[in-house]
């Protein structure tokens, strides 16, 4: 009885995750159209038609874009909170009532054999929330688009077996970039998005003797890079007592190239 996840893709320009057990298969998020969805779903060898359920995290298109196609083409019952249902309905074409239903935040809803906590983040959306995936004893805590992680959110995500985590931006890249003043201070601002820095500072908080993977997720594609961001990580965490590569390892997610599947043990 195991569980496995991919980050099918992470980025500005379009976020998916696949968390799967044996009687359940959960989609979380659908930002890239529904052609490139069923692409990423193909590159792991996961069929469409035996999805479960979908879940929304909030309204961005980089989250939500392919949702109503996939949601209509494979009848997929769609869980949201009430606030992001009425700030995506413009979004996503129509879905049938019968796939509406409602996932409030900060709370536990049990589907199948996984047990899937919802929890508030700070960020510019109706009411964005990510999730935490419980299954015989093992935790996947899925979280990004935040800018700031609180005490409270340490405390729901702490020592996971495996980290989808944000580390969007080097804040130097961030201030030195082409981006105007307004959308620096959005992503710099509370209800922006979390830095390197700040990844690596939480992470430092939360790792236990559980967390095996760590994947680097929703990096920007202007203000960051891959082995800038792994560096930053690592060598934070490292002087600060976990040594990457021994007990944790750290990996790249990406826009278009799903993550393989991984089974936690």
């Known amino acids: 009885m195991t569980i496995s996840f991919s980050v099918l893709a992470s980025g500005s320009t379009g976020n998916a995750f696949y968390i799967a057990s044996e ?3 959960i989609l979380v998020d659908a930002g890239l159209s529904g052609k490139e969805m069923e692409r990423l779903l193909a590159e792991v ?8 359920r979908l ?3 909030h309204e961005h298109s980089d989250h939500i874009k392919g949702l109503g196609i996939m949601a209509r083409r494979y009848n997929l019952p769609i ?7 009425k700030a995506m309905e413009g979004s996503i074409g129509k879905i049938s009532l019968d796939q509406k239903f409602l996932f409030n935040m900060e709370e536990t809803k049990s589907f199948g054999d996984i047990d899937v906590e919802s929890f508030g983040v700070s960020h510019d959306a109706a009411e964005p929330m990510f999730y935490t995936f419980h299954h015989n004893k093992k935790k996947v805590a899925l979280v990004t688009d935040l800018g700031y992680v609180s005490e409270r959110i340490k405390k729901t995500v702490e020592n996971a077996d495996a980290y989808i985590f944000e580390s969007n931006h080097d804040v130097s890249m961030l201030r030195m ?3 105007p003043w307004n959308v620096k201070r959005r992503i710099l601002g509370d209800s922006g998005h979390v830095s390197n820095e700040d990844c690596a500072l939480a992470l430092s908080d939360i790792i236990g003797n559980e967390t095996k993977r760590i994947y680097l997720a929703h990096l920007s594609k202007d203000n960051n890079m891959k082995e800038l961001a792994r560096m930053s990580v690592e060598n934070y965490l490292n002087d600060n007592g976990f040594t990457i590569g021994d007990k944790i390892s750290l990996h790249d997610t990406d826009p278009k190239m799903p993550t393989p599947l991984y089974e936690v043990v």
């Open 79 to 85: 869980f949201a909170n009430e606030k992001t249902w």
């Open 23 to 25: 009687r359940e298969k």
């Open 55 to 57: 879940l929304v995290t």
């Open 45 to 52: 060898n996961i069929d469409p038609n035996e999805i479960t």
């Open 177 to 179: 970039g082409r981006y």
